[in-house]
């Protein structure tokens, strides 16, 4: 999958527009699991990105019902997708999504924060951005963030970061 998605690869050179239905607040949680004790070996990823499909429906559905307005009419638009309405049914919205759905550049909380006191297992890094279980390694990046709030991923990077660059500074350095 690349960054445009499959549906717009090769339509870049035609006169068209493209409009992309980004979820910033997706439920869907995906995993990353070690494969094997090998460290160089290649992890097992599974972006689950369509378990929840209500909200994926419910964006398509509301896209095309944007691009059906009647201000679009005089710019003689045609959707690319034959036969996808927003009246079409589950089935079909949701194979839709099983071929076209893609990351975005935007995947977060692979090593997620959790509470100090939360269960093993449970979470990656505690408050102050530590490895739970590792001696004197932080991880601070988009990875620790454990929900993403509405809005873009970088925003909470940089505040992300200024708090641990403050925990840091404060003294509580590993
Ligand atoms: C094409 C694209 C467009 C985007 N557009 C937006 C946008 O418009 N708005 C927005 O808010 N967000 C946007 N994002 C998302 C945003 O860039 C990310 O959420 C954010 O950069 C994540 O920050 P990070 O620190 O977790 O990771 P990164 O910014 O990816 O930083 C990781 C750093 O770690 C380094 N690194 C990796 N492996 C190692 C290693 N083994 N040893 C040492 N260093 C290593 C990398 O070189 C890199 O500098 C976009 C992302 C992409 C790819």
Redesign the pocket.
Same mark, same amino acid.
């Given at each position: 999958m690349d &960054?445009l998605g499959p549906v717009a690869r090769g339509w870049e050179a035609r006169r068209c527009y493209t409009l992309r239905y980004l979820s910033h607040k997706c439920r869907s949680i995906s995993s990353i699991t070690l494969n094997t004790t090998h460290p160089m070996a290649q992890p097992l990823i599974n972006p689950n990105m369509t378990s929840d499909g209500f909200v994926l429906r419910h964006g398509i559905r509301n896209t095309l019902r944007y691009m059906n307005a009647s201000a679009w009419r005089a710019y003689n638009i045609t959707p690319m997708f034959e036969g996808l309405t927003e009246q079409s049914g589950d089935d079909k919205v949701d194979a839709f999504i099983r071929a076209n759905v893609f990351g975005? @550049?935007?995947?977060?909380s692979t090593a997620s924060m959790g509470p100090a006191s939360s269960p093993p297992g449970s979470d990656v890094v505690g408050p102050d951005f530590r490895i739970k279980g590792v001696e004197g390694l932080r991880i601070?990046? *988009?990875? *620790?963030v454990p929900f993403m709030p509405n809005?873009?991923?970088? @925003?909470?990077?940089y505040v992300l &970061?200024e708090k641990a660059a403050d925990i840091i500074r404060s003294g509580n350095a590993a």
């Open positions: &960054e975005g @550049a935007h995947v977060v601070v990046d *988009a990875s *620790a809005g873009h991923s970088m @925003a909470v990077v &970061e």
